[in-house]
């Protein structure tokens, strides 16, 4: 984990305002648990995973507007959607994930 805040560091030593993603809620069966953590660089980049596919890429997309706005936002990722060949992350439960904009010191 000490990796992942080194690089949170550089990214903000580099002068760039980065996302801050965290699960801080899950119900049922998701892939990865509470407190799991992921870097939005604002070049649509990503460091660490919550957890892959569909979901990660909205908390991704949310991540750049987080980025862009300043505003901090609770994404709910769901995970029940019905099986059909073009799911890629079916697990059965949802999770939160807070996403909060990172900003380098003045």
Do not use: N, Y
């Not at 000490?2 to 069966?29: P, Q, Y």
């Not at 300043?70 to 799911?87: A, G, H, N």
């Amino acid at each position: 984990m000490s990796d992942f805040f080194e690089k949170l560091a550089e990214c903000l030593d580099e002068g760039h305002t980065v996302a801050l993603a965290t699960i801080v809620r899950v119900r049922g069966s998701v892939p990865r648990e509470v407190g799991t953590k992921m870097i939005v660089h604002p070049a649509g980049w990503h460091i660490g995973t919550i957890g892959g596919g569909c979901g990660e890429a909205d908390v991704i997309k949310a991540g750049l507007q987080v980025i862009q706005d300043r505003r901090p936002r609770l994404i709910q990722v769901d995970f029940t959607e019905e099986v059909s060949l073009e799911s890629t992350s079916i697990c059965g439960g949802i999770m939160d994930v807070f996403v909060e904009p990172w900003t380098p010191a003045r």
